[in-house]
C-alpha cells in the first residue's frame, strides 16, 4: 500500500480543494490506487441447520422460514433491530430431495426431506457413518427454529415470472434526457459479458454421441476423475439439464482416507435424449436453447450448451426487449470524459480475485490409454463456442484442474455496465460488492445461495482525493442521498435521484462549474464526476465546534510490565514522533499509569516538572486535579518529553504485580468525557484487582480439542458497557495487549470493538528473547501515532430502494437503524453489511449504493467522505454466478462465521461455513449447468471458493484439533471482523513464493527500486523443494523457509552466512549485502510490507526452527491429523452435492 498521503491533512491526499469561485487547476480523479477487493452483492439468507441427537444450532442461511424481520431500510424508519430471533416454537420445514426439480413456490410447499446432509468428516482411517449436519439451508422438521445467521429478511412472495421484454421504468443511464434517448438511435445489443458481438450459434446443429478415441479433451471440458491404471468406467451420453433432478443417481460416498481417491468414481446412470429443446437456465420466459439474454440484436449462445451431447432444434429467438448490462448512450453534452488512471502494481495476493485466470490449468493424471469417461469428440470439441461465453461462467472441474491460483495480479471483478458507468464507478479497493451483478428479487437470490453484501475501507489512504468546499452541498430532498455521478439530469435545473427516483431542483450555485468555470454545466461538476468524493461540511453538519484531537495514553506499570521492557519501546517512539502527530494548535495530551492503584501527571505549564499523582482508592476513582491532567501540546511539550524520558526508570524496581485496569480505565474515560478523543491502553497481563477484573478461564490441556471451543465470548459485559459509554462520549479506545500469558482478549477486546477503537496484539513479547516482535511493535506504532485520524465520526450506508441492510460488521457501536457511531475512524479499519431485497427490481437495470462518512478533522475541519456504487440488476442465475466476487464473499462468510462461533458454536460456525459451499455450487450445478457430468463442476469465478473455505477452516480462528491459545484464535476473530478485505484475505490464504532464483524478469520499476515478481505458488509440501528458499506471506507474519540442501550461492549472497548450518536460530532481520541477490530479495520483502499499514514481521526458519511447525500450518492444501487435504475436501463436496 501506498504511503502517500500517511502524514497529509486529514482527507486531503494530494488532492485540490475546489474553492466556490474560480479555480486554477481543474482536478480529475484519478481511478484510486492499491488493492482491488471484489464485492458481489448476493441475496441475505439464512441456513438454519438441525444437528442430531443434540439441539439444532443456527445455520448460515436459512432457505427454509423466512422470519418476518424489520429490515434496515433509508426509507422506512422505525426502532433499531437489537436481535433477530426466530420464533421458538416454530417447526422447521423439511428439505426436499437435493437433485429434484427446484420449486417455484414458496418454501412452505417444500417437498419431503430424503436425508440429512453429511458433515464433513474428520480425516482419519475409516470414514466414520453419515452423521446429520447442523448447517444446512432446510430445517429438520422435528426440530424447533433456533436463531440463525441472518442472511435474509423475509421472502416477497413469489408471483408469476417476469417477462424481460417489457421495456424497464426504472432510471436511465447517468445523465441521460429519457426523451432524447428514446427518441434517439439506440446502440447495437449484444450479449451481457461479451466484448465483440458474437455469430448466433448455427442451427440445427446435432452433436454426434459415440466416443470416438481421440485425444484428450482442453482444460474447459467436463472430466470425469479416474485413476490412473483402472479403467474408465461406461459412461452414456447425458441429457440437458432440465430441472429434474438425477434422483437416481448413486452417491459419491464418503472421501478417502489417503491424498487420492481408492477407485474410479460410480458409474452414471443412462438417461434417455429429451425430444423438446432444453429448458433455459433462467426464470424469465419463453425457454431458449441458447439461454441468451433476450434482446433485439445478435445474442450470444450460452456456453454452457456446447458441452450438451445433444442440441434438439435451432436457437428461438427471444422477445426485443432491453439488454441487461448495456444502457443508452449518453447525449453528447452530458457525457463524462475523464479518462481511467492507471494505478500502482499491488500485491499479488492483495489483488487476486476469482475472475479469468490467464494460467493454463494442469490436469490431474489422465487414464493411460485413451480418452477418459464422458469426452466430448474433437468435432465437439471444436465448435465449443468459446467466445460466446464469459471467462467467468467457463466450466471447471475442480478434480481436474490442479493449479487454480493465477500466476500473477488479478483484479477485482468489473460489473457488467456501459464504459461510460464503469469508468465513473467506486474503486473496488474502497467500496466492493459479494455480487457484482445484483438479483432482480429476493427468491432468485435465495436460489442462488450466495450471500449479499458490501465489504467497505471508507477511510482509505487515498493518493487523489477531490475536496470541494461548497455552501451548499446538493443531496436528495427526500432519502437525503448526496449527488453522485449515477443521478440522472432531467435538464440543466432538475436531477432524478438514483436511489429513491424522485426528482430534485439543481440549486443556483450548483450551476457554476469550479473546474472549467463554466456556467450552465451542472453535469460536469466534480461531484457528479467523481464516484469518490470528500465534502469540506458548513455549519449546520455540526452539532458542537469541532473537537480538538485529543490523545491520552494509558500504560500498565505493574512488574510484568516492566520485565517485558515494552515501556521503553513505546516512550521512545512518542519522543520520536510527538511532532508528527495529527492535530492543530489545540491538540492535548495526558498520561495515566495504573498497577494497583492509578497514577496521573500533573503537566501544566509553568511547573519545572511533571508531577505524579496517586489515588489508592481504587473502588471510587476520581481526578485529583480535573483541570491540568490534559494539556496543550505546544504549551507543555517540554515537561512532556520530561515525563516519556523518566517513566522507564520510574518503575523500573516496582514489584508490584496485580492490575486495577477497569479503574484505570474509568478515570481514563472521566478525563476524555468533556472533549472526546482516543484512548491508547498498554496491557501486559490479566486484570486482577477492582472493578473489571478477570480469572484465568483457558485449560491449556483443551487447545487441541476437537470440540468445541469454550469461552469466545467475553466473562464479563463490564468492559462492554465502558464501550458504550466510551461511544456516547466520542471517546475511542485503542488496546495494545503485550503478553505471555492468557489475558482473556475474548472480554478485553469489547472496550475497543463497541467503541470503534483497534485491537493490537503481541504474544510472548519480550524484548530481549523476541526482538521480531520488538521491531514489529516499533513500526505499528509509529504508524498508529502518525496516521491520519477522524473524530466524532458517523458513517450511514445508503442503497437504492428495494434494498435494505441488515447485519453491520467491524468495530462501532450501532446508533440507529442504518447509523454507526464511530468516535474515532482510522485510514486501517474496514466494515461489512449483509443486505437483502425487500422489492423487487424488475423495473431497474442498475441499482447504487452509497456510504458517507461524517468526520472532524484534526485540523478541526467537519469533513463528509462520500462513496458511490452502481451495479447493474440481471435475472438469470448464470448472470448472477458470472458476478461472483469470490474474495468478498470468503470475507463476508469469515465476518458471519466469527458471530456464530460467540453467539452458538465453533462448530456449527465450521459446518455453516462448509454448507455456504456446498449449496452454492449445488444451486450452479442444478440450476444453470445444462449438462451433468461426473466431478465437481463450478464456473471459474468460484473456483477458488472450495480452498478458501478450507482455508478459513483451517485457519486460526476456527481450527480445531491443532494445539491453538485462547487469546491467539481470539484475535485471528477480532481480524477477520476488522481488517479491509485485502489484508484479510492474506491471512485466511497466504502467499508462497519461491525467493532462490528471483530475476529481474517481469520486475516492476517502483521509485527507481526493481521489485521481483516470483510466481504465487500453491501451499502444499509438494511445492517445497530442500534446494530451495521459500516466502509466505501470512498477513502480519512473514517466513522465510530455507531447504537444506539450499543453494550455497543464495546462503552466501543473501542471508550472509556459509552453509545451512550456520544459519542462526532466531534470524528475523536480512543482512544489507551489496549482492544482486540481496537487494532483489530486500526490495521484495520490502514492497510487501509496504503493501499494508500493519508491520509483518519476518521469521527466517529452517527445518530445526520451532516455526517450522507454524509455517507447515499454512499448507492448506495438505492433510494432517485433524483436517482434510483440499483434494479429500473437494471429494467430500461433491458427495454431498451429489447426493
Known amino acids: 500500500m501506498s504511503t502517500a498521503g500517511f502524514n497529509s491533512q486529514n482527507g486531503t491526499g494530494t488532492g485540490q480543494t475546489y474553492a466556490n469561485g474560480p479555480s486554477q487547476n481543474p482536478v480529475a480523479l484519478q481511478q484510486l490506487p492499491g488493492v482491488s477487493y471484489g464485492m458481489t452483492n448476493q441475496p441475505p439468507y439464512n441456513p438454519v441447520q438441525a444437528k442430531a441427537p443434540a439441539p439444532p444450532g443456527p445455520g448460515l442461511y436459512p432457505a427454509g422460514l423466512y422470519q418476518p424481520i424489520p429490515p434496515v431500510s433509508s426509507y422506512q424508519p422505525g426502532p433499531p433491530p437489537t436481535s433477530y430471533p426466530s420464533s421458538a416454537g416454530q417447526p422447521l420445514l423439511p428439505r426436499p430431495p437435493m437433485g429434484g426439480h427446484p420449486s417455484h413456490t414458496p418454501p412452505q410447499s417444500a417437498s419431503p426431506s430424503p436425508g440429512p446432509r453429511m458433515p464433513m468428516p474428520p480425516a482419519q482411517a475409516t470414514p466414520p457413518p453419515p452423521s446429520v449436519s447442523s448447517s444446512s439451508y432446510y430445517p429438520n422438521p422435528q426440530q424447533p427454529m433456533t436463531p440463525a445467521w441472518q442472511y435474509n429478511t423475509p421472502t416477497p412472495p413469489l408471483g408469476p415470472a417476469t417477462s424481460i421484454s417489457a421495456p424497464p421504468m426504472g432510471p436511465v443511464a447517468n445523465h441521460v434526457n429519457p426523451a432524447a434517448t428514446l427518441a434517439g438511435p439506440s446502440l447495437p445489443s449484444s450479449a451481457s459479458y461479451s ?53 437416481n443417481r448413486p452417491a459419491y460416498g464418503p472421501p478417502p482416507t489417503g491424498p487420492t481417491p481408492a477407485g474410479p468414481p460410480p458409474t452414471m446412470k443412462p438417461t434417455s435424449l429429451p425430444t423438446g429443446p432444453p429448458v433455459a437456465n433462467a426464470t424469465p420466459p419463453p425457454p431458449k436453447a ?26 428461438q429467438p427471444g422477445p426485443p426487449g432491453r439488454h441487461l448490462g448495456h444502457y443508452p448512450s449518453l447525449p453528447p453534452g452530458y457525457q463524462n470524459t475523464s479518462a481511467p488512471h492507471a494505478t500502482p502494481p499491488i500485491h499479488p495476493a492483495m489483488q487476486a480475485a476469482t475472475q479469468p485466470y490467464t494460467q493454463a490449468p494442469q490436469l490431474y493424471q489422465q487414464p493411460p490409454g485413451g480418452p477418459g469417461p464422458a469426452q466430448l469428440s474433437p468435432s465437439l470439441a471444436a465448435m465449443s463456442l468459446q467466445s460466446s461465453t464469459p471467462e467467468a461462467l467457463r466450466v471447471v472441474n475442480l478434480l481436474q484442474e490442479r493449479n487454480l491460483l493465477p500466476p500473477a495480479p488479478v483484479p477485482a471483478p468489473t460489473p457488467c455496465l456501459t464504459q461510460d458507468l464503469q469508468k465513473l464507478n467506486c474503486s473496488p479497493e474502497v467500496f466492493r460488492s459479494t455480487l457484482t451483478s445484483i438479483p432482480q428479487t429476493q427468491s432468485l437470490l435465495n436460489k442462488a445461495k450466495m450471500p449479499l453484501g458490501l465489504l467497505l475501507h471508507p477511510f482509505k489512504d487515498l493518493s487523489q482525493l477531490p475536496v470541494v468546499t461548497s455552501s451548499t452541498i446538493v443531496r436528495c430532498r427526500f432519502c437525503r442521498t448526496y449527488i453522485n455521478p449515477f443521478v440522472s439530469f432531467l435538464d440543466q435545473r432538475r436531477w432524478k ?68 521492557g515494552y515501556l521503553n519501546v513505546f516512550c521512545q517512539s512518542l519522543l520520536d514522533n510527538i511532532n508528527s502527530l495529527p492535530g492543530d494548535s489545540r491538540t492535548k495530551v495526558g498520561f495515566i499509569t495504573f498497577d494497583s492503584t492509578i497514577h496521573f501527571y500533573n503537566l501544566q505549564e509553568g511547573l519545572s516538572q511533571p508531577q505524579m499523582l496517586i489515588v489508592s482508592d481504587i473502588e471510587d476513582i476520581f481526578l485529583p486535579t480535573p ?112 503478553s505471555a500469558q492468557y489475558c482473556d482478549l475474548a472480554s478485553l477486546g469489547c472496550i475497543s470493538r463497541y467503541s470503534a477503537g483497534s485491537v493490537y496484539y503481541y504474544p510472548s513479547y519480550h524484548h530481549q528473547h523476541n526482538p521480531a516482535q520488538v521491531e514489529r511493535f516499533q513500526k505499528d506504532l509509529k504508524r498508529y501515532l502518525t496516521r491520519k485520524i477522524g473524530f466524532e465520526a458517523v458513517m450511514r450506508i445508503r442503497c437504492t430502494k428495494g434494498l435494505s441492510i441488515h447485519t453491520f460488521h467491524g468495530n462501532f457501536f450501532v446508533r440507529s437503524t442504518d447509523l454507526l457511531s464511530l468516535p474515532n475512524v482510522n485510514p486501517d479499519a ?102 451433468q457430468q461426473p466431478g465437481l463442476l463450478v464456473p471459474a469465478c468460484l473456483r477458488l471458493f472450495p480452498l478458501y473455505i478450507l482455508a478459513l477452516l483451517k485457519q486460526k480462528a476456527f481450527r480445531t484439533g491443532t494445539s491453538t491459545r485462547l487469546d491467539d484464535r481470539v484475535f485471528a476473530m477480532l481480524q477477520l471482523k476488522y481488517q479491509p478485505l485485502a489484508y484479510a484475505m492474506l491471512m485466511i490464504h497466504p502467499a508462497l513464493y519461491r525467493v532462490d532464483d528471483l530475476t529481474d524478469e517481469g520486475a516492476l520499476n517502483i521509485n527507481e527500486r526493481t521489485i521481483p515478481q516470483p510466481r504465487l505458488l500453491q501451499l502444499s509440501v509438494e511445492k517445497l523443494s530442500r534446494e530451495g528458499a521459500f516466502l509466505m506471506d501470512a498477513g502480519i507474519v512473514i517466513y522465510l523457509w530455507i531447504g537444506r540442501n539450499c543453494h550455497s550461492n543464495f546462503l552466501t549472497q543473501v542471508l550472509g552466512v556459509p552453509n545451512y548450518a550456520a544459519v542462526p536460530d532466531n534470524l528475523y532481520l536480512l543482512p544489507e549485502l551489496d549482492t544482486a541477490e540481496s537487494q532483489r530479495t530486500r526490495a521484495f520483502i520490502g514492497w510487501l510490507r509496504d503493501q499494508r499499514p500493519f508491520f509483518p514481521s519476518l521469521h527466517i526458519i529452517r527445518d530445526e526452527s520451532q516455526l517450522k511447525a507454524s509455517f507447515m500450518q499454512n499448507m492448506i492444501e495438505d492433510r494432517t491429523e485433524s483436517a482434510l487435504s483440499y483434494y479429500e475436501f473437494l471429494l467430500h463436496l461433491q458427495q454431498q452435492i451429489s447426493k
Open 627 to 738: 483541570d491540568s491532567l490534559l494539556v496543550n501540546l505546544n504549551e507543555s511539550k517540554e515537561l512532556v518529553q520530561d515525563l516519556l524520558k523518566s517513566l522507564p526508570n520510574l518503575f523500573e524496581k516496582t514489584m508490584e504485580t496485580q492490575s486495577a485496569l477497569g479503574s484505570a480505565l474509568q478515570a481514563a474515560f472521566k478525563l476524555l468525557s468533556p472533549t472526546g478523543g482516543r484512548m491508547s491502553v498498554f496491557q501486559t497481563q490479566l486484570p486482577n484487582l477492582g472493578v473489571g477484573a478477570l480469572q484465568s478461564r483457558e485449560d491449556p490441556n483443551q487447545r487441541a480439542s476437537a470440540k468445541d471451543i469454550q469461552h469466545l465470548a467475553p466473562a464479563t459485559d463490564f468492559y462492554k458497557k465502558l464501550a458504550l459509554d466510551c461511544s456516547s462520549q466520542q471517546v475511542a479506545v485503542d488496546l495494545f495487549l503485550l
Open 195 to 247: 466484448s465483440a458481438a458474437p455469430l448466433p450459434p448455427p442451427p440445427n446443429m446435432s452433436y454426434s454421441t459415440t466416443q470416438p478415441p481421440g485425444p484428450g479433451m482442453p482444460p474447459t471440458s467436463l472430466h470425469g476423475y479416474t485413476q490412473p491404471g483402472v479403467a474408465p468406467p461406461p459412461m452414456n451420453p447425458m441429457a440437458p439439464h432440465t430441472y429434474q433432478g438425477q434422483s
Open 497 to 564: 435521484c438514483n436511489l429513491c427516483y424522485r426528482v430534485n431542483d439543481v440549486p443556483e450555485e450548483f450551476m457554476y462549474n469550479p473546474v472549467s468555470r463554466s456556467y450552465g454545466e451542472p453535469h460536469k461538476r466534480p461531484e457528479v464526476q467523481n464516484a469518490t468524493i470528500e465534502f469540506i461540511a458548513p455549519s449546520e453538519y455540526m452539532l458542537r465546534p469541532p473537537q480538538p484531537a485529543v490523545y491520552l495514553f494509558v500504560l500498565d506499570v505493574s512488574h510484568n510490565a516492566v520485565e517485558t
Open 290 to 315: 441458447d439461454g441468451a439474454v433476450a434482446g433485439n440484436g445478435p445474442q450470444a449462445t450460452n456456453s454452457y450448451n456446447h458441452l450438451d451431447n445433444k442440441m434438439a432444434g435451432p436457437t
Open 830 to 931: 474496514g466494515f461489512a453489511v449483509q443486505m437483502s431485497i425487500e422489492e423487487n427490481l424488475d423495473d431497474m437495470q442498475v441499482v447504487s449504493f452509497q456510504a458517507a462518512l461524517l468526520y472532524t478533522s484534526s485540523k478541526g475541519e467537519r469533513r463528509i467522505r462520500v462513496h458511490t456504487l452502481c451495479l447493474p440488476v440481471v435475472n438469470s442465475l448464470s448472470d448472477i454466478f458470472a458476478g461472483a466476487d469470490v474474495q468478498a464473499i470468503t470475507g463476508l462468510l469469515a465476518c458471519m462465521a466469527v458471530d456464530r462461533s460467540v453467539t452458538a458454536s465453533l462448530s456449527d460456525a465450521r459446518d455453516a461455513m462448509t454448507n455456504a459451499a456446498i449449496d452454492s455450487l449445488m444451486s450452479y450445478r442444478q440450476s444453470v449447468l445444462t449438462i
